[in-house]
């Protein structure tokens, strides 16, 4: 698993090069966010819970077939099940963040999801728009839309819709 230092090391490292300055100039805006990155993750954290409450309810209100019979967030278990998911993204988006890289959400997200959600019937399209609430949901929390803040949502946003082409 890589953070925002060991990717940049093993890079350099690969080539047995010195940092050079766009190395530095990548640390240095890594560093100048470090704070915010631990802010960010910390009122997710303590907020977990509500968000993935809310981020559930806009999405069936916005897709109201998911919870009708025949649609897949039909039933208790299933129900359930779509609210975990939503609470796996927030949680893993939470330690992207503080990584200042997205390699985590590669490595215990991403891998098979899409396999795995093609043979269950999961739609892809309804997961990304339920990203995509968390997302707005976190930057009415933390009260900025910066791009490192909306960067690891975006990632499994476009890891999940892609290839769905
Ligand atoms: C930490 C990494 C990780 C992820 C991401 C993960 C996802 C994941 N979601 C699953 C199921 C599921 N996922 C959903 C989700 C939804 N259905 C909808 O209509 C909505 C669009 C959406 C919620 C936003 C549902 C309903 C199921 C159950 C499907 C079924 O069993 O029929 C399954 C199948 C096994 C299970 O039910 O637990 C996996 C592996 N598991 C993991 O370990």
Same mark, same amino acid.
Do not use: H
């Given at each position: 698993?890589?953070?925002?230092? *060991?990717?940049?090391?093993? #890079? ?5 090069? +010195?940092?050079? %300055?766009? /190395?530095?100039? @990548? &640390? ?47 039933? *208790?278990?299933?129900?359930? #099940? ?5 609470? +796996?993204?927030? %949680?893993? /988006?939470?330690? @992207? &963040? ?52 909306? #960067? ?14």
């Amino acid at each position: 698993m890589q953070d925002a230092i *060991t990717s940049l090391i093993g #890079a350099y490292d690969s080539t047995g090069k +010195y940092f050079d %300055r766009d /190395a530095m100039d @990548a &640390l240095k805006s890594y560093f100048a966010t470090g704070n915010a990155r631990l802010a960010a993750s910390s009122a997710i954290t303590a907020n977990a819970a509500s968000l993935v409450r809310k981020a559930g309810s806009q999405l069936f209100e916005d897709v109201p077939d998911l919870i009708r019979p025949g649609g897949n967030a039909y039933t *208790t278990r299933r129900f359930a #099940a779509c609210l975990r998911d939503l609470d +796996y993204y927030l %949680r893993y /988006a939470s330690y @992207a &963040l503080v990584a200042g890289n997205n390699d985590v959400l590669d490595e215990r997200v991403l891998q098979g999801l899409r396999e795995t959600y093609n043979s269950l019937g999961v739609p892809i399209g309804p997961t990304v728009q339920g990203i995509e609430i968390l997302k707005q949901l976190v930057f009415a929390l933390v009260g900025e839309s910066a791009d490192w803040l909306g #960067a690891p949502f975006d990632y499994m946003i476009r890891e999940l819709s892609e290839k769905n082409i």
